[in-house]
């Protein structure tokens, strides 16, 4: 990935989009972390300062210090840097699968491919980003009605095409199965078993989230960026 970035400079191209902007920062900074062997911790436990997080932020701090960043990192928001990669001005960038609509709508013409996300070891990874249908536990007179109408909702028929109409990926096994077929989707869709989730049922996590999203963005501040 260094070497892609170095030789995307050389050529005149922004090598990489760093949205550390409040928007989503605790995603980009996720991508990182577990992709260095590290992460947020799990339900019980957070682990935002690992040795392995630590060494993930130094390889972030690196690519803006080297210049394979945007300009501003800790201010830019996902959303308008996306805009900014389908235009063609930035190499690399992690982006979601709404995007490939996006792209087809907005620059068809765009020359573009679907790659892995880089991690330290080479194994696969992506984050896994979820809303969740609930149902209240003391409802136990309704759980009968309860689990009919989730039953159907999940069905493959009924799901996928929800799935498709909001520009989502499945969360059930049979949902992949049904979707397996578009091309587009196939490379996001290989990787789910891979999902890494933020510890969301974690009591801390809000604050956590808070804190990452309000300050990781100094990692771009810390050391002055080249000028060359």
Not at 47 to 60: L, W
Not at 137 to 152: E, G, P, Q, R, V
Not at 182 to 196: G, V, W, Y
Request: net charge positive.
């Amino acid at each position: 990935m260094e070497a892609a970035a170095a030789k995307l400079k050389k050529s005149g191209v922004t090598p990489y989009g760093m949205p550390l902007g409040s928007e989503e920062a605790q995603a980009e900074t996720a991508i990182w972390f577990y992709g260095g062997g590290g992460g947020y911790g799990d339900a019980s436990t957070l682990t935002i300062d690992s040795p392995e997080n630590v060494a993930a932020a130094t390889e972030m701090q690196k690519f803006i210090t080297k210049g394979w960043t945007q300009a501003n990192p800790g201010s830019t928001d996902r959303t308008p840097l996306l805009n900014v990669f389908m235009q063609g001005k930035i190499g690399m960038q992690v982006g979601l699968p709404p995007i490939v609509g996006q792209i087809k709508d907005k620059n068809p013409a765009l020359k573009y491919a679907i790659a892995p996300i880089p991690t330290k070891d080479g194994s696969a990874f992506t984050l896994g980003v979820a809303d969740h249908l609930m149902a209240f536990k003391n409802k136990t007179d309704k759980k009968a009605a309860i689990t009919k109408f989730l039953d159907y909702f999940y069905s493959a028929d009924v799901y996928t095409k929800w799935v498709t109409a909001e520009g989502f990926l499945p969360t059930t096994k049979s949902g992949a199965e049904k979707m397996a077929s578009n091309e587009e989707l196939k490379p996001f869709l290989d990787l789910l078993p891979a999902a890494k989730f933020y510890p969301s049922t974690n009591p801390h996590w809000s604050a956590a989230q808070g804190a990452i999203q309000a300050q990781i963005g100094s990692l771009a501040r810390a050391r002055s960026r080249p000028t060359s």
